[in-house]
């Protein structure tokens, strides 16, 4: 009986990595980890590691985070704003990646204060208006505009910059999707990042993963899927090798699938046993992930579906071992299971 295995489903979602920082490429990159160097405090983020907030207030914390243990968390006691200062590199073009999720939907919104003066690429979280950009070519003076960007509550998103300073413009992506491009740097904005702020009727919203990079963010070297900037910052894994721990299981896939992709011991693997006529598929889940055994009694060409039973057809995963049986009935059938990360 044949023995095949795991084909990986498409990525439903933004991939949620558990652990490991490896920043190698980036200019910046922080997690807001204790373990960085220089290390990140708990308590107020101003006058941290080269941050400073200019308003409002904004605390590391460990309570909610995309990696790690620590994130940035701004509260809404009016317009918050922080900045990372970049100026020392002096890029021509720079790109920012940053991971940002807005909380308790039910928490009281204080009262509208007046607007900073800023420049440079700013965006701006508002629970009212989604992510509002400021297009410094907009007139004398700039002006702020929609995405029209919602950006759901407890949920991650990943939003990019992409800044060329030489050309004075620059673009936002939302999740890997544009939502504005073309928009102008002012007069005067410094050759630097300058960060976001959180509007005065917002959430509290928190803040992590960021990284500063001048590579292209969809550059993928290895063409494994997993862009070389997300090896480099986010997983730990080699952008010049599809398969970083050698155990066949490609990194993308291993990150879709759950295991670890720098762990040889770790990876996702499907085995099937036939005896009397049972055949058995068991396969190791994680959570987070869905699961569909499917087969094929063609081989050239497949014809890949999923089997009967609803119970193995996008079936969540819980970290246990799954097992399927049945009795084929036919002389040959092979078997895959498909994961997709919800
Ligand atoms: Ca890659
Ligand atoms: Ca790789
Ligand atoms: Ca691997
Ligand atoms: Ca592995």
Redesign the pocket.
């Known amino acids: 009986m044949n023995n095949s295995r795991a084909s990986l489903g498409a990525m439903a979602c933004v991939v949620v990595f558990s652990s490991g920082v490896a920043a190698r490429e980036a200019k910046f990159f922080t997690s807001f980890e204790p373990e960085e160097d220089p290390p990140f405090a708990a308590g107020n983020l101003d006058g941290q590691n080269g941050w400073e907030v200019t308003a409002g207030a904004a605390v590391i914390q460990d309570t909610v985070s995309y990696q790690g243990l620590q994130a940035a968390r701004f509260d809404p006691t009016g317009t918050t704003q922080a900045e990372w200062n970049s100026a020392g590199f002096k890029p021509s073009a720079q790109n920012v990646d940053f991971f940002v999720q807005v909380g308790d939907p039910n928490l009281a919104l204080p009262a509208a204060s007046p607007r900073l003066d800023i420049s440079g690429a700013i965006v701006e979280l508002d629970v009212i208006n989604g992510l509002e950009v400021f297009d410094g070519g907009a007139g004398a003076e700039g002006a702020w505009v929609s995405t029209s960007q919602p950006l759901l509550s407890n949920q991650w998103h990943r939003v990019t910059l992409r800044i060329d300073f030489a050309g004075a413009s620059w673009d936002v992506l939302v999740d890997g999707v544009e939502v504005r491009t073309g928009l102008g740097l002012a007069a005067g904005s410094p050759a630097a990042f300058r960060f976001l702020r959180v509007a005065p009727n917002s959430r509290v919203v928190y803040l992590d993963a960021l990284a500063l990079y001048e590579k292209d963010p969809a550059s993928d070297t290895d063409g494994d899927g997993l862009p070389d900037v997300d090896e480099e910052n986010l997983v730990g894994t080699d952008p010049e090798n599809p398969d ?2 050698g ?1 066949r ?1 490609e990194d993308r896939q ?1 990150v879709v699938a759950g ?9 996702f693997d499907v085995v099937v046993r036939a005896a009397q006529g049972v055949v058995r598929v068991e396969f190791l889940t994680a959570p987070g992930r869905l699961y569909t055994v499917e087969y094929t009694d063609a081989l050239a060409p497949p014809a890949w579906g999923p089997v009967a039973d609803p119970a193995f057809v996008d079936r969540a995963g819980t970290g246990a071992l799954v097992v399927y049986e049945e009795t084929p009935g036919v002389p040959t059938r092979q078997y895959r299971v498909k994961v997709v990360q919800q």
């Not at 295991?259 to 990876?267: K, M, R």
């Open positions: 970083t721990d155990d299981g291993e295991t670890d992709p720098v762990d040889p011991e770790s990876v």
